[in-house]
């Protein structure tokens, strides 16, 4: 089982960043994916998720209109992409693979996390 975030870096508030997770086969394929992000002496916070065949997808109040979750199973890939950065977005960013089908919020139901990358948003 592998997943391997990339992507993060340093932006200007306004600014825009996407971020990518690589995954093996059988972690990706027919399982939800996920993003979540922590601070330090904060819990991991829910970001988006997107189903297994990509049809759902949803992301937290706090980055909606913003922040897009997408897929590409032919690649094997998912990404976040990130717009109109605000310095409250920094944080880590981890991808997770999800036990099942459905996209969800609940960190509980995501069993694979991958290594994080860092965002880093200045004002």
């Known amino acids: 089982v592998q997943l391997q975030a990339s992507g993060g870096g340093s932006v200007q508030a306004g600014g825009s960043l996407r971020l990518s997770c690589a995954a093996s086969r059988r972690t990706f394929m027919n399982n939800a994916m996920g993003w979540f992000r922590q601070v330090p002496g904060k819990e991991r916070e829910f970001v988006g998720s997107?189903?297994?065949?990509?049809?759902?997808?949803y992301v937290s109040d706090s980055v909606k209109g913003r922040f897009t979750v997408s897929r590409d199973n032919a690649k094997i890939a998912l990404y976040l992409q990130m717009n109109s950065l605000k310095p409250e977005d920094t944080a880590v960013y981890y991808c997770?693979?999800?036990?099942?089908?459905?996209?969800?919020?609940?960190?509980?139901?995501?069993?694979?996390w991958g290594q994080g990358t860092q965002v880093t948003v200045s004002s």
């Open positions: 997107i189903s297994w065949n990509g049809a759902s997808t």
């Open positions: 997770a693979a999800a036990r099942g089908g459905a996209a969800t919020s609940d960190r509980s139901y995501y069993n694979y």
